[in-house]
């Protein structure tokens, strides 16, 4: 469920909620890019309490006129019952544990080099990494990776078949290189095929 309402955001099948969204996010990340977290999350709270006592106080000054009950106009958001049953909070825990768990396992996998190929690739990840954090900080790294997260999606599926045929063949010219550095390293590849077959 919340996969498919991320999916919806991303393909901006609502326009107007994921321009909403977008504009949220990137008008904090780039507040972030020059204040400190404590000041932009003070001054983003201070925003929403301003609108909402505002809204409050209009709805007693209506009451107080003689033009309105007064209600809270945020009485339908209070009686929404978060509160989660004992089953619930089980299927949330054992879901973050599992999650927790895989990523402890797989850090175990590529730290000790259970496996020397993808150990390779993840020192080689990190290597390139060295180089885009020479160029770019986190935070914009993060502005970007918002943009291409709302852009990118809605590019594919405009221009679907083109992108399909270009990265089939960026596949294909990966397998063909990957084929050959297993070929190179001793115990992987072609030539632990050429040994098993010279014994």
Avoid at 18 to 24: D, K, L, Q, Y
Avoid at 55 to 68: C, E
Avoid at 153 to 171: K, S, T, W
Wanted: hydrophobic share 50%.
């Amino acid at each position: 469920m919340g996969g498919s309402k991320v999916a919806e955001l991303l393909y901006w099948r609502d326009t107007r909620t994921s321009g909403v969204v977008f504009t949220g996010i990137m008008v904090s990340l780039l507040c972030l890019l020059h204040f400190s977290i404590v000041s932009v999350a003070s001054h983003i709270a201070l925003a929403v309490l301003a609108v909402t006592i505002s809204l409050r106080v209009y709805h007693k000054a209506l009451q107080a006129v003689h033009r309105g009950d007064g209600a809270n106009p945020f009485q339908a958001y209070l009686d929404v019952d978060l509160s989660l049953s004992r089953e619930q909070i089980a299927h949330y825990t054992e879901q973050i544990t599992t999650h927790v768990f895989s990523g402890v396992t797989l850090m175990r996998h590529l730290f000790l080099v259970e496996d020397l190929v993808d150990s390779l690739k993840f020192a080689l990840l990190f290597y390139i990494l060295t180089f885009v954090g020479a160029v770019f900080n986190g935070m914009t790294l993060l502005i970007l990776g918002v943009i291409s997260a709302f852009t990118f999606p809605l590019l594919y599926r405009q221009h679907q078949a083109q992108i399909d045929q270009y990265v089939g063949l960026v596949n294909n010219q990966l397998s063909y290189i990957k084929a050959k550095i297993y070929s190179k390293i001793p115990g992987t590849g072609a030539s632990a095929s050429s040994k098993a077959k010279a014994e």
